[in-house]
């Protein structure tokens, strides 16, 4: 990893070979922000305040070895991430106002992403993974992690009937606890189809019917203009001697047919009149049939007016016109339908539900049965690591128990209460030594024995459930003397599988490690290149004598780390 701008390192480059490599360096000289980088760099959360003061932005640089088609390398490729020989290039670029970027194999990708990869590639662990491990969920999450299968399989098909029987459940109460609500909208409904029902209205029939009374209502008019419009054209047979439009397009008509053979454009104009006093005569005819047609009756008016007034009182109540009114009802038809079919659909959905209840209490007894089997090998062999790493006596056990609830669903003849994750409460219990009762690890574990638990934990994940690296944050804290050096001896173990990285302040524990960098501060305060650096031969020395003694140069703080570094080698 190349690290810039982050928090007091300004520039450093971190190299993590194979095998177990020990992180060490002052209280403060900056061990932690290589945990921190290669946190970023597998998706963890941004702060503005890791940038360094005074830069403009933090970068976090890395190149990860993937196994080849494997799940990580698939995901990276799905992502449009090119591999560089095997290896992942990753970036990270956080601004100082808090913005973050991440570059996965030369592209662009969301830092999801790299979250997605971390699951695959790495398992961090530090302070705050012991604290989560106090939780019960965690444990369970734990303990369901190891039995693999044997609970993924009926947990994953619980969970599917969880959501399911949520949703009928949710969709029962709906429909029972507005039964009132539905009843009311129902009355309505059947209230509003039958006025509709009642008046019959067509579609288009209120735009009809407006025609129509406006044409009644100006009727007198109408025909008075028609008829004046007919004697224009057609004259008028009491006043011969007035002469119309008829007459006199005739007469232009014949006077033009007269002449039309001496110039063709004015026998064009004869022909067009022609046409013109075809259309006289059809227009004056039109006239004269629309008069005699043309019904003045006040009663046909009174019954239009009336129908209007019956579709008005439809269109106030369910629509702008006629043609709302219509979709409002076959709406309102296909929704009191659907009101009137709830009883049944409540019988449907109750029937669905104790079957689903059933089904869950089948699988919550699946569950049960799974987890109390890997629970026993699980205690057993966290029991034997802890036998490795000076707790002979500590025995681990787990706590598998349910909640009475009358409203739950039947495991073991007993009914209880239930979860997304089944019915189980799990609790992991730690006997520190003979005769002492099993206690929660949260109550009965001291701090350097809850950091072995926590290494022991992982170290039976690591033979199921296999990364391709470990990182543990001071997972020693509180541990010192005999203890200290069998977790050295445990992580070396470890190493010989997967990678391991440990940022620790304990000798013992970095003795162990096949390679040791030290992490240093200059002279302001910042961490440069040049401030990580591998050690070997006397200055590895060095650092261990400091690490027991505080003093470099004491003989007797040598001699110690000459002797750790010889108990190392002898258990390679």
Known sequence: MRIRSLGVIDDAVVELSPGF???????????????????????????????????PSAVVEGRITVP????????????????????????????????????????????????????????????????????????????????GDAVAVPLARYTEAYRRLRAVTSRLEELTTR???????????????????????????????????????HAEALASAAALAHGALAGDPEDPEVLDATTLVA?????????????????????????????????????????????????RLAAVEERRAALTALTRK?????????????????????????????GELTAERDALRAELSDLAQALTDARTEAAARFADAVTAELASLAMPHARVSFDIRQTEDPEGVEVGGRTVAYGPAGADEVELLLAPHPGAPPR???????????????????????????????????????????????????????????????????????????????VEKTNDGSVTRSGVTVLEGEDRVRELSRMLAGQEDSETARAHAEELLATARADA
């Open 318 to 346: 369910y629509g702008s016109d006629v043609a709302a009114v219509l979709s409002w009802a076959e709406e309102g038809a296909a929704r009191l339908t659907e009101l009137d079919g709830d009883d049944e659909r409540i």
């Open 440 to 518: 929660p690890i949260a109550k009965g574990a001291s701090g350097g024995e809850l950091s072995r638990v926590m290494l022991a934990v992982e170290v039976v994940f690591a033979g199921t459930d296999p990364v391709p690296t470990y990182l543990f944050d001071e997972v020693d804290a509180g541990v010192g003397g005999k203890a200290a050096v069998e977790i050295g001896r445990r992580l070396a173990k470890l190493a010989r599988s997967a990678q391991v990285v440990v940022v620790t302040h304990l000798p013992q524990v970095a003795a162990f490690a096949d390679r040791q960098l030290l």
């Open 68 to 147: 080849p088609g494997g799940a990580a390398a698939v995901r990276a490729e799905e992502a449009g991430a090119e591999l560089d020989e095997g290896a992942l290039l990753i970036s990270r670029t956080i601004s100082a106002e808090g913005r973050s970027r991440a570059h996965l194999g030369g592209r662009s990708v969301p830092v999801g992403v790299l979250a997605e990869l971390a699951d695959e590639l790495v398992a961090v662990h530090g302070q705050t993974d012991q604290q989560g491990l106090l939780k019960p969920a965690r444990q369970r999450g734990a303990l369901d992690r190891y039995a």
């Open 251 to 299: 007469g232009a008509q014949r006077a033009l047919e007269a002449v039309r053979s001496h110039d063709p454009a004015l026998a064009a104009l004869a022909d067009r009149m022609g046409e013109i006093s075809i259309l006289l005569a059809d227009v004056a005819g039109e006239l004269a049939g629309y008069a005699d047609d043309l019904d003045a009756d006040p009663r």
């Open 179 to 217: 039964a009132r609500e539905r009843a009311q909208e129902a009355d309505l409904l059947r209230f509003g189809l039958a006025e509709i029902e009642a008046v019959e209205p067509r579609a288009g029939e209120d735009v009809e019917l407006a025609a129509e009374a406006e044409r009644l209502g």
């Open 21 to 55: 490599t020990a992180v060490t360096g002052e209280t403060g000289a900056g061990k932690t922000m290589v945990v921190t980088s290669l946190g970023l760099l597998l998706g963890g959360r941004a702060d503005a305040a890791l940038v360094r003061i005074g830069s």
